[in-house]
């Protein structure tokens, strides 16, 4: 079982940056996919971006060249650097890990991003 905890959310004006961070807990030795979900308000959870323990990324369409994703392998922390933010990027996003292919999903609490003048 992983337990995740999310934390940089915030409020901020419309071309401005954050940075979430995804701490993962418990019996792991590694972590095959890490990432980041979103769920604005009315609409359903969405991809935000993820990436795999051998480096690979994927990220939504919406989010190219605007948001980042990294990991620290070694401490299972899992980091969405997100510039040029937009009101439509206003959700509340979610952490989430896979610790094998085959594992189900784990999910943080999530933290709220509003993007606002």
């Known amino acids: 079982q992983v337990q995740l905890v999310e934390s940089g959310g915030g409020l901020v004006q419309p071309g401005g940056s954050l940075r979430l961070s995804c701490a993962a807990s418990?019996?792991?030795?590694?972590?095959?996919?890490m990432g980041w979900y979103r769920q604005a308000p009315g609409k359903q959870r969405e991809l935000v971006a993820d990436?795999?323990?051998?480096?690979?990324?994927n990220y939504a369409d919406s989010v190219k060249g605007r948001f980042t994703i990294s990991r620290d392998n070694a401490k299972n922390v899992v980091y969405l650097q997100m510039n040029s933010l937009k009101p439509e990027d206003t959700a509340v996003y979610f952490c989430?890990?896979?610790?094998?292919?085959?594992?189900?999903?784990?999910w943080g609490q999530g933290t709220q991003v509003t993007v606002s003048s």
């Open positions: 418990g019996s792991i030795f590694s972590i095959y996919l």
């Open positions: 990436m795999t323990i051998g480096g690979n990324r």
């Open positions: 989430n890990a896979r610790v094998s292919v085959i594992s189900p999903a784990s």
